[in-house]
């Protein structure tokens, strides 16, 4: 018997999709978790385990507001102070992929070198 898929499958392959469209954008999974990365260094941090998604990305611009969202908190290990936030969502969960969506990419464009960063503005 096949196991059940996740609810909370199709909105982290969208994820993964958004975040792999930007330029030399790599794949690891360091820790067994999703990382994206930009030359070497990862960019979004992701997970799919027991129903609940996650998404860890540097939000230098808007943390502040970021924060204010009832499904965002600070990301551990010390990174919320350098501004990452992580969005936690389980499967009754609406994941609001637009809104994360520009998030990857305020991530992408904090970490990617300048002139890659440059050809996206």
Do not use: C
Not at 8 to 31: C, Q, Y
């Amino acid at each position: 018997m096949a196991a059940k898929k996740s609810v909370l499958a199709k909105p982290e392959a969208e994820l993964r999709k958004i975040g792999m469209s930007f330029p030399e954008t790599t794949e690891d999974f360091p820790w067994g978790h999703r990382a994206l990365k930009v030359k070497g260094k990862a960019f979004v941090f992701m997970s799919l385990e027991e129903d609940v998604l996650s998404l860890s990305v540097k939000l230098p611009d808007s943390a502040d507001f970021a924060l204010m969202q009832p499904f965002a908190a600070p990301t551990g290990y010390g990174l919320g102070k350098s501004g990452w936030v992580t969005a936690s969502f389980h499967k009754k969960d609406k994941v609001p992929v637009e809104l994360l969506r520009n998030w990857i990419r305020e991530s992408y464009l904090a970490i990617a070198p300048k002139k890659l960063a440059a050809s996206l503005r």
